[in-house]
């Protein structure tokens, strides 16, 4: 069996050394802090859990959802938008519920995208938004995010041939991985590219509740003119720690929302009713346990900076997000080599910033999960195993 041209170009080299890496830690016997997976370790509020587990028992639950799902949480979406943004949704036109983000983020570009068109795709970025480009074929163009600019795309630099042909660009403010955010005004000059060249905006806004020291990140919808030229996508995974119950949701141009419906109406029957009836009491309960969880980012965040900036690693402080974006120590060349030298000295597992995409080089992931007792042991390590004092 030979697999299709697509899969192999999907298949990352560094993810599958970073399983290896796994691997040999294990058969090792070491004790690994695991801070490379940016999976949410918090429970989900009781008043969550309880909606879940009452709608097990509701007569026809268990039925398909089909993809318009459940008008109450589409009304439910509506209303926070309105809430924490101060937009206003129409449910039925400008909301369409998802299996997780992730399912919008891989599909949109089958219904936006016809092989060979360029897409706008930031680097380095989430993987999803290059991995659902090549399934769809398109062309990818690189958008490069350096420190230099705050990790902001530089929008006058696409060539304007390219930028004429594109369909697409996929935007992710707070940033995974280089845990940067963006101002409105950043949105508004979006807009107006996207209106002068005619491309769609895709905006992954997964971790606009994990903010911190009061900060508050804007939806690019708050931008004038925003839902004329885009689609913002959110998730109950990271603000409401449901990541496996796979329920998400898209917002903005209803035309967009249109052509993804009839992708999806084609390949899935809709989220499981029971979980959306968790998204109603998630996004209508209180809010309270959102800023808890966002606090006990903000302190692990905290111990990390402060300890590795004590052990002679200075890592950049995030206002938002669940990573801290890290420059490789001095003397350190290779992000890959970087994380595996760490990695059997100290079992501290971290990704390298190359796996995210050539711009990711030099630079490390370091995800915000675990107790903080075991984060304080990470920083003793790392301190201890002298990789972070080496001099030029
Ligand atoms: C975790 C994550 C997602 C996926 O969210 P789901 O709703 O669970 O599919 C999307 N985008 C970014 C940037 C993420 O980090």
Same mark, same amino acid.
């Given at each position: 069996?030979?697999? #299709? =041209? =697509?899969?192999?170009? /999907? &298949? &990352? #080299?560094?993810f599958s050394e970073m399983d290896d890496l796994g691997r040999e830690l294990r058969e090792k016997g070491v004790d690994i802090i695991n801070l490379s997976v940016g999976s949410p370790d918090l429970p989900p509020a009781p008043h969550i859990r309880q909606a879940l587990v009452k709608a097990l028992d509701e007569p026809g639950i268990y039925r398909y959802a089909l993809t318009e799902g459940l008008p109450e949480?589409?009304? +439910?979406? #509506? *209303?926070? @938008? $309105?809430r924490r943004f101060g937009v206003d949704l129409d449910p039925k036109s400008e909301i369409l519920s998802l299996i997780g983000s992730q399912d919008g983020l891989a599909h949109l570009y089958l219904a936006l995208v016809n092989p060979g068109d360029p897409v706008l795709v930031p680097d380095p970025g989430y993987p999803i938004y290059s991995a659902g480009a090549l399934l769809a074929e398109g062309e990818i163009h690189w958008l490069p995010l350096l420190a230099e600019n705050g990790f902001l795309p530089e929008l006058r630099a696409v060539p304007a041939d390219v930028a004429r042909r594109a369909k697409v660009m996929l935007l992710n403010y707070p940033n995974n991985p280089v845990a940067a955010v963006a101002g409105l005004d950043f949105f508004q000059a979006v807009v107006e590219f996207a209106r002068e060249y005619r491309v769609v905006v895709v905006h992954d806004i997964a971790y &606009?509740? /994990? +903010? @911190? *020291? $009061?900060y508050r990140p804007p939806s690019f919808l708050q931008a004038p003119g925003a839902r004329e030229v885009g689609v913002e996508l959110h998730s109950v995974s990271k603000s409401y720690n449901l990541a496996g119950c796979r329920l998400g949701f898209m917002v903005g141009n209803a035309a967009v929302l249109d052509a993804l419906r009839v992708v999806k109406s084609n390949i899935d029957f809709g989220v499981f009713l029971a979980v959306q009836k968790a998204g109603i009491a998630a996004l209508t309960g209180p809010q309270d346990t959102v800023r808890e969880a966002a606090a006990v980012y903000q302190r692990r965040r905290d111990i990390l900076v402060r300890g590795l900036g004590e052990a002679g690693w200075e890592v950049p402080s995030p206002k938002a997000s669940m990573f801290i974006w890290a420059p490789l120590p001095r003397g350190h060349r290779s992000s890959r080599e970087f994380v595996r030298e760490l990695a059997l000295r100290t079992g501290v597992v971290l990704v390298p910033g190359v796996a995210f995409g050539a711009r990711g080089e030099g630079y490390v992931r370091i995800a915000l999960v675990g107790a903080d007792e075991r984060l304080e042991e990470a920083v003793h390590r790392i301190r201890d195993s002298g990789l972070c004092s080496r001099s030029e």
């Open positions: 069996m030979e697999p #299709a =041209r =697509r899969i192999q170009k /999907l &298949s &990352s #080299a560094v949480f589409k009304r +439910a979406v #509506a *209303d926070w @938008y $309105g &606009s509740e /994990l +903010a @911190y *020291d $009061g």
